[in-house]
């Protein structure tokens, strides 16, 4: 139930959030920002990979099939399309992302991104009536489709001035109701895969309470430090946590560890042995977390 209600919201969320803090500032900076960190962390994921087949087959055995440029050839594919491994763990939505604020640096889509928002959401609404080949879905660029109208809310918001943060208890209480029911029908919608539970539509409404009250709830938590700190850290976490992740839970598994809460305490680890990579980057390597100095 918790993943259900989870991902009602989570991607929708990250996508309404980058439209609210967007903010024109150039094609080239726009590249840095996103193109720099994503080639960065696929040349670690690579190297991760090539040393996993040489431990876990041998030197002779990985080499002698061509390891190396299966790996290489799969992980070149996964920078435009679906393949068997990815650059790193959660590049489809940072490519969608890049590719959506590099159309809002364009004038042209961004005077008409309502009109594209509404064109956009269409589609997805009747797409699974329209039998889209399978190789045309593989494609990232087709995330636009379903992103698109999220990034575009989240501008809007910021466009219009809407405080989200504000709202009657009762209005609130109502939207929560609705967000449960609605979530009962929707079952665990993924937008990755362009599972939308019933239609586009509901999931999009659904997206939006659901980020509404997500929003509200963590205004009403204590400004923590750390928070901020893995905040700031968001592309790093992604870019990393496929290797130490792994790697904390076989150690678990190893230590005869194993229950239904693993999977929590070792994403909890994993993000407290990232924590320090962040503050260093913050000061000493700031283009892995998308920023510059």
């Not at 726009?30 to 087959?57: C, D, H, N, R």
């Amino acid at each position: 139930m918790v993943w259900n209600l989870t991902y009602q919201f989570h991607m929708p969320a990250f996508f309404i959030i980058s439209g609210i803090l967007f903010h024109p500032k150039g094609v080239g900076k726009e590249l840095k920002a996103l193109g720099i960190p994503v080639l960065l962390y696929s040349l670690i994921q690579f190297l991760w990979k090539v040393f996993f087949g040489l431990y876990e087959s041998g030197a002779s055995e990985f080499l002698g099939e061509g390891g190396i440029s299966r790996i290489s050839n799969n992980m070149i594919k996964s920078f435009i399309m679906s393949s068997d491994i990815s650059c790193f763990q959660g590049y489809w939505f940072v490519f969608t992302l890049l590719l959506i604020r590099l159309l809002m640096e364009w004038r042209f889509f961004r005077d008409r991104k309502y009109v594209f928002a509404i064109v956009f959401f269409l589609f997805c609404c009747i797409e699974p009536y329209l039998n889209i080949p399978v190789s045309i879905k593989h494609l990232k660029p087709y995330y636009l489709f379903s992103c698109l109208p999220f990034f575009v809310a989240g501008m809007g918001i910021k466009e219009k001035g809407i405080d989200i943060m504000t709202g009657k208890i009762e209005i609130k209480m109502v939207a929560l109701l609705v967000f449960f029911i609605l979530t009962q029908f929707q079952g665990r919608p993924d937008l990755s895969s362009y599972s939308y539970g019933i239609n586009y539509s509901i999931f999009f409404l659904n997206a939006i309470i659901g980020s509404f009250l997500i929003f509200n709830f963590c205004n009403l938590l204590p400004n923590r430090y750390w928070i901020q700190v893995l905040s700031t850290g968001t592309l790093l976490v992604l870019g990393l946590h496929s290797i130490i992740y792994p790697a904390v839970n076989t150690a678990f598994v190893h230590l005869g560890i194993a229950n239904s809460y693993l999977p929590l305490l070792t994403g909890i680890i994993t993000l407290a042995l990232l924590y320090p990579i962040i503050k260093i980057s913050e000061y000493y390597f700031p283009i892995l977390l998308g920023k510059s100095r």
